[in-house]
C-alpha cells in the first residue's frame, strides 16, 4: 500500500525565525551561501564563504546545519538549485534571500526532504505556483506549507535515500570522468596549434608583423541597434555565440556609409573590449547588407596569407600569449588596432597553409562532434537522477534496481 502523506508544512519549519540567534555576538563567524555557490549538477554548496554574523544578520536568509535550501526564484527552478547545508562555520549560515529554508522536525529525514525537492515533478507543479512579475517570479511559502509529501517511517526514508544515493554515487562518477574528458577535449586543438606555430623556427618559416599580411584595422561602426529592417544588420560582439552567429536574430541599424564597414566572406572581426577581448570570428556564409558594430575591429589579410589560417592563429596559445600582454585598461581591458597590428605570426607558402588549414579544420570538426557528445551525454546523466527520483516519489514509493 502506498505511504501515508502529510503535508510538508506539518513536517518541517520553514524559513525559520533569526530571532533564534538573536543572543550570539556579532563578532561569531558564520557561513555564508550566495545562490552561485550551489552547484546546480551536484546539487550541493561548493566554495561558499565566511563572514561574521553582524554581516549578515540583517538582509539575509538564516539556516543552520542539516536544513535544506531550496531557490524559489525563476532563473533557478529549471536546474533545480537545492541542497543540505553542512559543515556550516559554528552550525550556522545565511545566505541569499531567494532561499526558502526547510527544517526537518522529527518525522522527517533532510535527505528524505531534500530529494522530494530535488524532483523535477516538485519544482514544475511550484511553478505552476509561482507569483510575480514575468522573469522575477518565486515560489510562494504557502506553496511548501500545504505540498503533500509520501511520510513513511524514519527507518524506510533512510533505506530509500541509502538506494537513492548510492545510484546518484555512480552517476556522479560517471560526471566526473565526463569532466575530466570534457577538459582533455577543450585542450585537443590549442594543443594542435601550439605544436605548429612553436615549430616554425625549425620549419625554417619566416615571422611577419600583422600588418605587413592584413590591410589597416578598422573599427565598427556606432549605431543603435533595431529590429526594424531600418537598413544594413549590425553585427555585435554579443551576436556571436560559441563561435557561430544567427544571422536571422542579428538586428538592423540606420547608416549611411555601407559600404566602409561591410563584412564579406574572409574577412575577420576582433572583440576589442569586455569579457570576450580578444577573441576573433571569421566572416564565412555572411547575407548581403551587414556591418559591424564599434565594439569589433576588422582585419582583412592579403594575397600572402589565408583567411583561415590566420583564424587558426588567432585561435593558440603562441597569439593569446602576445594579445594578453598588449592588453591595455585594467577595469576593463581592450585590445586596440595599434596593438593588433604588432602581432607576430609564422608564416609559411601558402601550399603549406592550405595543408595546415585542412588539417586543423578536420580536428575542429571531431572537437566539435565530441564536444556536442558530452553535452548530451551531461543531460542524459541528470535525465537519470531525475528517473530515479520519479520512481522513487511515485506510487508506492519503491525503488527497483537500475543499473548504471
Given amino acids: 500500500m ?54 549578515v544578520r540583517k538582509g539575509y536568509t538564516y539556516f543552520r546545519n542539516s536544513d535544506v535550501l531550496f531557490a524559489k526564484i525563476t532563473p533557478c527552478m529549471e536546474n533545480g538549485k537545492v541542497a543540505i547545508a553542512r559543515d556550516l562555520k559554528n552550525g550556522v549560515g545565511f545566505g541569499s534571500t531567494e532561499f526558502h529554508v526547510i527544517r526537518p522536525t522529527s518525522e522527517i529525514t533532510s535527505e528524505w526532504i531534500f530529494h522530494i525537492v530535488a524532483n523535477i515533478a516538485f519544482r514544475k507543479e511550484a511553478e505552476t505556483r509561482m507569483q510575480g512579475a514575468a522573469g522575477q517570479r518565486r515560489v510562494p511559502i504557502s506553496f511548501l506549507v500545504e505540498y503533500k509529501i509520501p511520510l513513511p517511517p524514519i527507518a524506510e526514508q533512510r533505506r530509500i535515500v541509502a538506494r537513492i544515493e548510492k545510484q546518484f554515487a555512480k552517476i556522479d562518477e560517471a ?187 578536420a580536428l575542429s570538426g571531431k572537437v566539435r562532434a565530441l564536444q556536442e557528445l558530452q553535452s548530451s551525454q551531461s543531460a542524459d546523466l541528470k535525465a537519470l537522477k531525475q528517473s530515479i527520483l520519479h520512481e522513487a516519489f511515485s506510487g508506492e514509493v519503491e525503488l527497483s534496481l537500475i543499473h548504471i
Avoid at 233 to 252: A, H, M, S
Avoid at 309 to 335: C, K, R
Fill in 2 to 55: 502506498p505511504y501515508p502523506t502529510k503535508k510538508l508544512g506539518e513536517v518541517a519549519i520553514l524559513n525559520p525565525k533569526k530571532s533564534e540567534m538573536k543572543e550570539f555576538s556579532d563578532d561569531i563567524e558564520v557561513t555564508f551561501v550566495p545562490m552561485s555557490a550551489v552547484n546546480e549538477f551536484s546539487q550541493s554548496i561548493a566554495s561558499p564563504e565566511v563572514r561574521r554574523l553582524g554581516e
Fill in 175 to 361: 560526471a566526473r570522468l565526463r569532466a575530466e574528458s570534457e577538459v582533455a577535449t577543450a585542450q585537443l586543438l590549442p594543443a594542435a596549434l601550439h605544436e605548429i606555430f612553436s615549430s616554425a623556427e625549425s620549419k625554417g618559416w619566416g615571422i611577419e608583423k600583422i600588418e605587413d599580411i592584413c590591410e589597416h584595422p578598422q573599427y565598427g561602426f556606432t549605431a543603435s541597434a533595431s529590429r526594424k529592417a531600418v537598413g544594413p544588420r549590425l553585427l555585435r560582439i554579443t551576436d556571436i555565440q560559441n563561435g557561430k552567429v544567427n544571422w536571422e536574430t542579428v538586428p538592423y541599424c540606420i547608416c549611411p556609409t555601407v559600404e566602409k564597414y561591410e563584412l564579406r566572406a574572409g574577412d575577420l572581426v576582433f572583440a576589442r573590449t569586455g569579457a570576450t577581448v580578444g577573441k576573433s570570428f571569421l566572416i564565412v556564409d555572411v547575407p548581403k547588407d551587414v556591418i559591424f558594430a564599434s565594439y569589433l575591429i576588422r582585419l582583412r589579410a592579403r594575397e600572402k596569407i589565408m583567411p583561415e589560417f590566420l583564424y587558426f592563429f588567432f585561435q593558440s596559445p603562441d597569439y593569446w600569449y602576445q594579445i594578453t600582454m598588449g592588453q591595455v585598461g585594467m577595469a576593463q581591458p581592450n585590445v586596440n588596432g595599434t596593438k593588433l597590428v604588432q602581432i607576430k605570426i609564422p608564416l609559411p607558402l601558402l601550399a603549406e597553409q592550405e595543408k595546415i588549414v585542412k588539417k586543423l579544420d
